[in-house]
């Protein structure tokens, strides 16, 4: 997969003095923006906030692991617990800082109800993300699931009734928003869609909605376990918390993205240990 480093080499981000903090972050704008703030915020109280932007969301959670870095900031709750089952890892969430309602778009059809039989959906290939379109399609009535399996653990296997014959393509979740001229519906991020030129509102047929969805799917600043005890644990979350950054939210791209401080370095061990069981 290929990787596009900016700022300090991973060689050189390990370590650091005690007033430095260390943070693998993807590159784009709702992560990249956000943190050029916290790193100014945090320069006036003294500490200096090293950043290197990545473009893939394999390598922040296994040089975390590895102390390379102390955080990264790139993935919501699922990904991380499907990570770490997958690869053997412990890396843990530290607080939050959005949460992004995603939904089925289509450049084609204006409702779920205009969907032809036979119609071509993409959706994100990785497990994490998978079902969060089979889910919404079910809700709406044009599916039947298997309701014992949680959502971020649905996939095409597990449904048990496709009445209008819907075909499914799976796509790398970055390049689902590309797939929208070529297929009747995607399962898409609305960055996603909102960066390809699309209108949000206008291309969405279904957006997710509750906490079923919240949850799984807030992005967080994740670290390694006991890390959230720390004083740089704390530094962070009161910048990444603050009014500046919320208000950065409010404004991007009118507001698509939810600032979230509702996870916090006191309450994340134990809505953590719930959720990763």
């Given amino acids: 997969m290929s990787v596009s480093l900016v700022g300090c080499g991973l060689s050189d981000a390990a370590g650091g003095e005690d007033r430095t903090i260390t ?10 923006e956000p943190t050029e703030l916290v790193k100014e915020q945090l320069e006036e109280d003294g500490w200096t906030l090293e950043t290197t932007y990545v473009t893939d969301i394999i ?54 109800d205009d969907l032809p039989d036979g119609a071509e959906i993409a959706l994100p290939v990785d497990t994490a993300n ?24 649905l996939s095409q296997s597990d449904i048990t009734e496709n009445p209008r014959n819907f075909s499914f393509t799976e796509v790398d979740q970055q ?22 030129g699309h209108d949000v509102d206008d291309t969405a047929l279904l957006v997710e909605d509750g906490e079923e969805y919240e949850t799984p799917y807030t992005v967080v600043v994740a670290a390694q376990p006991g890390f959230e005890e ?48």
């Fill in 230 to 277: 720390t004083e740089k644990a704390e530094v962070l979350q009161e910048a990444y918390h603050s009014e500046e950054v919320q208000q950065w939210f409010e404004d991007y791209l009118g507001g698509i993205k939810e600032h979230s401080d509702e996870f916090t370095t006191e309450n994340i061990e134990t809505i953590w240990g719930e959720f990763a069981g």
């Fill in 59 to 112: 390598q922040p959670n296994q040089v975390v692991e590895q102390g390379e870095y102390d955080v990264n900031f790139f993935q919501h709750f699922a990904y991380l617990r499907q990570f770490n089952e997958d690869n053997g890892t412990d890396v843990v969430p530290t607080f939050s800082v959005f949460y992004a309602p995603s939904g089925v778009y289509s450049l084609e059809h204006d409702s779920v």
């Fill in 130 to 153: 998978n079902g969060r379109g089979l889910k919404m399609l079910a809700e709406a009535g044009l599916l039947e699931i298997d309701e014992s399996k949680e959502i971020t653990e």
């Fill in 23 to 32: 943070m693998i972050v993807t590159e784009s704008a709702p992560f990249q």
């Fill in 175 to 196: 390049s689902l928003a590309q797939t929208l001229p070529d297929v009747d519906a995607a399962f898409v991020f609305s960055r996603l869609v909102a960066e390809a």
